[in-house]
């Protein structure tokens, strides 16, 4: 089954490395970090996997390529003698935009202003203080389209998937969906029910925090940078018109 042959193969894999770690006498003073850099490939038979049970995005929505969870939302494990605690979780949001700024504080090396304009350190995750990382996530498709999670709202600036799943955002668009998503992942974590007409103002609100990372230069506090090329949140020339009226009046 393609969904055990993958697991079986990365275990194996993981276990050599480990292996090799322990082998060099280096294993009680080595940090490992797993993880992955998106969720699962639909290519690799996804549908075929959850028709045998195994479904890789777990209960969010799309996989590798998409906006939505399924194609972002991946483990992350930290093995640190000394220092994480054996078999402990942490629930905080955090990205691997991240590492920059934790491998800099663990090795006492402050970051010019103009490196790492996305990223927290995680050192004091790793020593057990469990507090927010960031106020929000910004992340995109593979399409470019952007979303921005902030406590239990999310906002995806594109009418569907924004990369490889159905609808693909020329689908959602002459389907007629509208030109934005919001989803309460609280209530909601699969994506399921765009509530999107419901709050417009938490809509317009998010929008003007993606403006303001955008024009700042980075999403984390310090001197304004400028981005190396023009961005533009929305993949056209304007906003849709919907949404540029919403964002003109407030409501």
Known sequence: MPSTDSVVETDWSI???MKAIRQSGLGENTIVMLASDNGCAPYINA???EQEGHFASAWFRGYKSDIWDGGHRIPYIVRWPGVVRPGSTCMETVELTDLTATVADILGVPLPPNAGVDSV???PLF???HREVHPYNVYQSIQGNFAIQEGKWKL??????????DPKNSEATAQGLPAVQLYDMDSDISEKTNVEAAHPDIVARLIKVLENCVANGRSTPGPRQTNDVDINLWKLPTPPAAIEKLLQTGN
């Open 156 to 165: 995806e600036l594109c009418p569907g998937s924004g990369g490889w799943e």
């Open 47 to 49: 549908r075929g996997m």
């Open 127 to 129: 020593k057990g203080t």
């Open 15 to 17: 276990g050599q490395v």
């Open 121 to 123: 350190s995680l050192l």
